[in-house]
């Protein structure tokens, strides 16, 4: 299964994508967490220490490494099994969960991240999945990286939502957008709930049927964010909540598309 998380800055996207993460790699062989964002570092949610995380090789070297061996390739190009082997190597691992991560941030009026994107492109379209792996995508804030199509080969979108008229909207639009790219099933996931008011917000504002579960707003996570090296602990409702979410993902996306 592959799935990509989305929605406005701040919204709780890479503490829940590296908590699903973890989720699915307890029942899955191999699970592939890809670092869309660069400002996001996945690898940390995991009890990876940041500094590690960020030091790992990013794939846009990888991507000099291919391009080498093809001598050039252009924009867009398809991967083969050799490079995925090479894939393999280049993901830091952790147990079975293998991270790759964009590349880190660029300096003000450097280049654009597109060769970066089309390159993670190429990876979730190709990487050679086993029928059980799954592929989880950190994408960055807001719509503006949908416009560069990277999530195109997802089989669904995940959309973080805390209960704000801005956080809806813009959830909304990034449901518009992903169809407009062919992603057919876009869900969303409710973050950061305090109240039943703020339940019954999003609930009255997002379609019911697409509403996979609503995380409550746990200290835990404002704490672990202030810890280097520190996850989400198992015990705690984060964890819980996005357990029964990754199982109703299950009935509804499947393996079906790998
Ligand atoms: N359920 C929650 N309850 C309380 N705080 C939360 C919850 N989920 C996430 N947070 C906190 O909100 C902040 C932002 O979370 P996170 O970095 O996961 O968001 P993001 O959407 O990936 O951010 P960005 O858009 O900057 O990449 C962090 O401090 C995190 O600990």
Same mark, same amino acid.
């Given at each position: 299964?592959? $799935?990509? &998380? #989305?929605?406005?800055?701040?919204?709780?996207?890479?503490?829940?994508?590296?908590?699903?993460?973890?989720?699915?790699?307890?029942?899955?062989? @191999?699970?592939?967490?890809?670092?869309?964002?660069?400002?996001?570092? $996945?690898?940390?949610?995991?009890?990876?220490?940041?500094?590690?995380?960020?030091?790992? @090789?990013?794939?846009?070297?990888?991507?000099? &490494?291919?391009?080498?061996?093809?001598?050039? *390739?252009?924009?867009?190009?398809? !991967?083969?099994?050799?490079?995925?082997?090479?894939?393999?190597?280049?993901?830091?691992?952790?147990?079975?969960?293998?991270? !790759?991560?964009?590349?880190? $941030?660029?300096?003000?009026?450097?280049?654009?991240?597109?060769?970066?994107? #089309?390159?993670?492109?190429?990876?979730?379209?190709?990487?050679?999945?086993?029928?059980?792996?799954?592929?989880?995508?950190?994408?960055?804030?807001?719509?503006?990286?949908?416009? @560069? *199509?990277?999530?195109?080969?997802?089989?669904?979108? !995940?959309?973080?939502?805390?209960?704000?008229?801005?956080?809806?909207?813009?959830?909304?639009?990034?449901?518009?957008?992903?169809?407009?790219?062919?992603?057919? @099933?876009?869900?969303?996931? *409710?973050?950061?709930?305090?109240?039943?008011?703020?339940?019954?917000?999003?609930? #009255?504002?997002?379609?019911?049927?697409?509403?996979? *579960?609503?995380?409550?707003?746990?200290?835990?996570?404002?704490?672990?964010?202030?810890?280097?090296?520190?996850?989400?602990?198992?015990?705690?409702?984060?964890?819980?909540? !996005?357990?029964? &979410?990754?199982?109703?993902?299950?009935?509804?996306?499947?393996?079906?598309?790998?």
């Amino acid at each position: 299964m592959k $799935l990509a &998380i #989305s929605g406005k800055g701040g919204v709780g996207k890479t503490t829940i994508a590296s908590t699903l993460v973890r989720i699915f790699a307890e029942d899955h062989p @191999r699970v592939f967490a890809i670092d869309a964002d660069p400002d996001a570092c $996945l690898a940390q949610g995991v009890g990876i220490e940041r500094q590690v995380a960020q030091e790992h @090789r990013p794939v846009i070297e990888l991507k000099e &490494i291919i391009d080498a061996k093809n001598a050039g *390739g252009g924009a867009f190009f398809t !991967l083969n099994p050799d490079v995925d082997e090479i894939l393999e190597e280049y993901c830091l691992k952790k147990d079975n969960i293998n991270f !790759l991560r964009m590349g880190g $941030l660029k300096k003000g009026g450097e280049a654009c991240y597109c060769k970066e994107n #089309s390159f993670l492109n190429s990876v979730v379209n190709s990487l050679l999945l086993d029928r059980n792996d799954v592929v989880i995508l950190d994408m960055g804030a807001g719509i503006e990286h949908l416009s @560069r *199509g990277t999530a195109r080969g997802v089989d669904a979108m !995940l959309v973080v939502v805390e209960p704000s008229l801005n956080s809806v909207g813009t959830a909304l639009q990034v449901k518009k957008m992903s169809e407009d790219l062919g992603i057919n @099933r876009v869900y969303f996931i *409710g973050n950061k709930v305090r109240t039943e008011k703020e339940k019954e917000f999003l609930s #009255s504002k997002l379609p019911q049927d697409l509403l996979l *579960g609503i995380i409550p707003y746990d200290d835990e996570a404002v704490d672990t964010a202030m810890e280097d090296g520190v996850a989400i602990s198992p015990q705690g409702i984060i964890y819980k909540t !996005l357990k029964e &979410i990754k199982k109703r993902l299950e009935e509804e996306v499947g393996n079906r598309d790998i």
